[in-house]
C-alpha cells in the first residue's frame, strides 16, 4: 500500500434510483455462449459490468513446459474492509448486484463534502459525483484514491487480457482506523485480516456459482505452487494470499518495548498459514517489534511519522547509512491536518539531510518471525522494510541458501536487486506510467537475463497509491482499439461498465479492467521485449515459491566439532574458547587477542565435501580474511576471502571441495578489538 498526493475534481451530477432498484432486483440470465466456451459463465448477475474481451485464454504451457502469463504481486482486493471500513468506497462483489457494489461510503453522499480522506489525498474541497453504477462520473478513476478499483468483472477482465497470477495482499492500519471518523468495526488489525482472508474466499464462490457450482469458475485461491501451476495451465487466474499490515500479530512497540513475543509469533504465522497466506510483510508504514520502515517522503512521510508516534511512542530515528543503499528521504514538509493529532508540546523532529537510513533494523523477535516463515515455506516481502532490517534478511536467507524473498512493488532499494535475484526471489515494479515503467525495466533488463528472470508488475490498487495518468489522445503510440492480447489469442476492445465506457489514453489506469490496455501502452512505448519479460513473470514467481516450498535446511558439519584457535581472550567470569563457536548457542562466542593474525579451526572429523561457510560476527569482526581448508591439516587451500567484511553475518560460497579441517584466518581487524565469531557454520550444499 503506498499513497501519494494527486489533485482532481470533477463536477457533480444526479444518479437514476430507478437503476439502481433494477440492479438490485433483477436475477442472473444465462449466457449467450452457455456450455460451449469454459471462459464465459453459465449464469451472470444482470445488469453488470461488461468485459470487452473475445476468445479463449491460453491454456497449458510452452514449448519448454513452463507456463505463461502476466503476474500482479501486489494487489488489495478487500481493502474496502480495512481501516474500519470506510475508507475504500464500493466492494468487489455483492450478492446484491453492481449497484449495490459500486456505491459511494454513505457520508460521501449528497457531494462529497464530507470525504475526508478524498480530500487528504487528492486536495481541492474533497466534493466528487458519489454516484458509481451506472454513470461513474468521478469513479473510479486513476486519480481516485479512496474508490473500489477491484470489481470482480474488472478482474476477470485483466485475467481474459493473459495475468495468471495475482497476490491479494490483505491489508490494514489500526493507527488510520483509529484516527479516521468514519467506521462501522474493529480497528484489531488482525480481525480485518481475518475477515478480508474470509471474503476473498467468499469471492471466489460468488464467482464459482456464474459457472456452475465449486471448483468450476476462474478464480482460484491456491495454496502452494503446484496448485498454482495446475490453475494457470488451466488458463484459469491463481490467487495467492498475502499480509501487508504494521503491527501483524499485535506485534507493536511502545517506547520501544515489544507488546508481543515468540509465542505470540508462533501463534500468528500458524493462524495466518492456515487461512492460506503464503506471503507477507513484517513492517509496513510504522516501526513495529519485528523491524523498522522505509520511510515514506514529505508531507506524507510527516503525517505517518506522526502515526508513527501515535502508534509507538516514538518518532522514526535516522543515522548515516553505512553502505549505496539507503531509506527514502523523510523531508520537512509540513502535514497540518496529521500534527494537529499530535499532545500539545509535542513536535516532529527534524532530520539531517545526510542521514537518511532508519536506526532501527530487524530485531530479536524480527529474526524469529523470518526464520519462522522459513520453517513454514512462506515467501518474505522486503519492501517498506528499512535497508538495515533488509540487509539482515538477505543475509539470513543467503546463509541458508532460501529463496524465498519478494519485492513487489518498487518499496526496496534498487542496489538490493541482483542479491534478491541472486537468492532465487522475484522483483516487481510498481504500475507506473508506461514511460517510467519501461525505463526501469529496461535498467534492470540486464540483471534479469543474468539470472534469467521474467518480471512483474504490482498494482497495489486499492492502496491508494495513485495509478499511471492518461497520456493523451494526440501522444505518440496511443493505444489502439480493438488489440490482440499478447499471446494473440483474444481480442481487446474498450471496457464498459454501466454508461461509462473507459479509454486507457484519456482515462489513465482507472480499475483493474484496464491492466491489459496499460500492457499494450507498454508495449507501443517501451516495446515487445518489456512486456516478453513480463510475460515470463508466472514461471519465475512460481519458480521463487516452488524453490522456497522444497527447501531444507542444511546440515551444520561444524556443530559440536573439535576447534582450536590462534588465541582466545582471557576474562575470569566468561569463557571465550574456540568450541564457543561451533556449539549451536548464538549467545556465546569465541574471541581472539587484540591483534590482527588470528585463526579459528575447525576439525569436522571426517573429510566431506565442503561448499558453504557462514560467520555470525560479534561487534569485533574481521574486515580482511579467508576462509581455508585442509584434508591432512597440514596443506592449506584458500577458498574464498574478502577485504571488505562488514560484519553482521557472512555467507562464503565456493565450488565444492574435500576437507576434513575449515579455518577462518583473520588478517585485517574491522576494529580495535580482536575478532569475535558467535557460530561458524559449514555445510555440504
Not at 478464480?219 to 501487508?244: M, N, W
Not at 548515516?320 to 496529521?338: E, R
Amino acid at each position: 500500500m503506498t499513497q501519494q498526493p494527486h489533485h482532481r475534481r470533477r463536477p457533480v451530477t444526479v444518479l437514476s434510483l430507478l437503476l439502481l432498484v433494477m440492479a438490485v432486483t433483477l436475477g442472473p440470465t444465462p449466457s449467450s455462449a452457455a456450455g460451449t466456451d469454459w471462459w464465459n459463465p453459465v449464469a451472470r448477475p444482470a445488469p453488470d459490468s461488461q468485459i470487452g474481451v473475445t476468445g479463449e485464454p491460453f491454456k497449458g504451457t510452452n514449448s519448454q513446459g513452463e507456463v505463461r502469463g502476466f503476474v500482479d504481486a501486489h494487489n488489495h482486493i478487500m481493502a474496502n474492509e480495512a481501516f474500519g471500513g470506510r475508507l475504500i468506497c464500493g466492494k468487489p462483489f455483492s450478492e446484491a448486484g453492481v449497484a449495490d457494489a459500486l456505491k459511494d461510503c454513505p457520508e460521501h453522499y449528497p457531494d462529497g463534502s464530507l470525504a475526508i480522506f478524498d480530500f487528504i489525498t487528492n486536495g481541492g474541497d474533497g466534493k466528487h459525483d458519489p454516484d458509481g453504477w451506472p454513470t461513474f462520473k468521478d469513479w473510479p478513476a486513476y486519480d481516485s484514491l479512496t474508490h473500489q478499483q477491484n470489481y470482480y468483472a474488472w478482474v476477470e477482465r485483466a485475467w481474459r487480457g493473459g495475468q495468471r497470477v495475482l497476490v491479494n495482499d490483505l491489508v490494514t492500519n489500526g493507527v488510520i482506523c483509529s484516527v479516521y471518523p468514519f467506521k462501522d468495526r474493529s480497528c484489531d488489525e488482525m480481525t480485518s485480516i481475518r475477515l478480508q482472508a474470509k471474503l476473498t474466499y467468499d469471492m471466489q464462490d460468488y464467482i464459482d456459482k456464474m459457472y456452475g457450482g465449486t471448483g468450476k469458475g476462474w478464480f482460484r485461491i491456491v495454496t502452494d505452487s503446484a496448485q498454482a501451476r495446475s490453475v494457470v495451465e488451466q488458463g484459469k487466474l491463481a490467487v495467492i494470499l498475502g499480509v501487508e499490515t504494521s503491527e501483524p500479530f499485535g506485534c507493536k512497540q511502545i517506547l520501544d518495548i515489544a507488546q508481543c513475543d515468540k509465542d505470540d509469533i508462533d501463534a500468528g504465522l500458524d493462524e495466518l498459514y492456515d487461512l492460506g497466506v503464503r506471503s507477507m510483510f513484517l513492517c509496513h508504514k510504522f516501526d513495529n517489534a519485528l523491524c523498522g520502515v522505509r520511510f515514506d517522503e514529505g508531507g506524507l512521510g510527516t503525517a505517518i511519522n506522526v502515526g508513527q508516534f501515535l502508534s509507538t511512542g516514538t518518532f522514526w530515528q535516522t543515522e548515516k547509512c553505512t553502505g549505496p543503499q539507503h531509506d527514502n528521504p523523510i523531508g520537512g514538509a509540513a502535514a497540518p491536518s496529521a500534527e494537529e493529532e499530535l499532545p500539545a508540546g509535542v513536535e516532529v523532529p527534524s532530520y539531517d539531510d545526510d542521514a537518511q537510513c532508519n536506526k532501527r533494523g530487524l530485531t530479536e523477535l524480527g529474526e524469529y518471525a523470518v526464520r519462522g516463515m522459513m520453517q513454514r515455506k512462506m515467501m518474505l516481502e522486503v519492501d517498506h522494510m528499512s535497508v538495515k532490517a533488509t540487509g539482515r534478511v538477505l543475509d539470513i536467507f543467503e546463509s541458508e541458501s532460501y529463496p524465498g524473498v519478494l519485492s513487489s512493488h518498487s518499496w526496496m532499494d534498487l542496489n538490493w536487486t541482483e542479491r534478491v535475484y541472486g537468492l532465487g526471489g522475484f522483483i516487481a515494479q510498481y504500475m507506473h506510467g508506461s514511460e517510467g515503467f519501461s525505463a526501469e525495466a529496461d535498467r534492470t533488463k540486464a540483471l534479469r537475463e543474468k539470472y534469467d528472470v521474467g518480471y512483474g508488475y504490482g498494482t497495489d490498487m486499492n492502496g491508494v497509491g495513485g495509478w499511471p495518468a492518461p497520456r493523451g489522445a494526440n501522444a505518440s503510440n496511443p493505444v489502439t482499439y480493438p488489440f490482440r492480447s499478447t499471446d494473440g489469442g483474444s481480442v481487446i476492445d474498450k471496457q464498459t461498465t454501466g454508461s461509462r465506457t473507459w479509454d486507457l489514453n484519456t482515462d489513465g489506469a482507472s480499475h483493474y479492467g484496464l491492466v491489459p490496455d496499460w500492457i499494450e501502452d507498454i508495449r507501443r512505448v517501451g516495446g515487445q521485449d518489456v512486456v516478453d519479460d513480463l510475460f515470463r513473470g508466472a514461471e519465475s514467481y512460481l519458480d521463487t515459491w516452488g524453490a522456497s516450498e522444497r527447501h531444507k535446511a542444511g546440515v551444520n558439519l561444524a556443530k559440536g566439532a573439535s576447534a582450536s584457535a590462534s588465541s582466545s581472550e582471557s576474562n575470569p567470569f566468561t569463557s571465550y574458547a574456540p568450541g564457543r563457536a561451533v556449539d549451536g548457542n548464538t549467545d556465546t562466542r569465541w574471541a581472539s587477542d587484540w591483534s590482527d593474525d588470528q585463526w579459528l579451526r575447525i576439525d569436522l572429523g571426517s573429510t566431506s565435501t565442503v561448499k558453504r561457510v557462514t560467520l555470525e560476527w560479534e561487534r569485533a569482526y574481521g574486515k580482511s580474511y579467508r576462509v581455508e581448508v585442509s584434508t591432512d591439516g597440514t596443506t592449506w587451500q584458500s577458498v574464498w576471502s574478502t577485504t571488505a567484511g562488514d560484519g553482521g553475518l557472512d555467507t562464503a560460497r565456493f565450488n565444492g571441495v574435500p576437507a576434513r579441517h575449515v579455518r577462518i584466518h583473520g588478517l585485517d581487524r574491522g576494529t580495535d578489538w580482536g575478532y569475535s565469531l558467535y557460530e561458524v557454520g559449514v555445510y555440504s550444499s
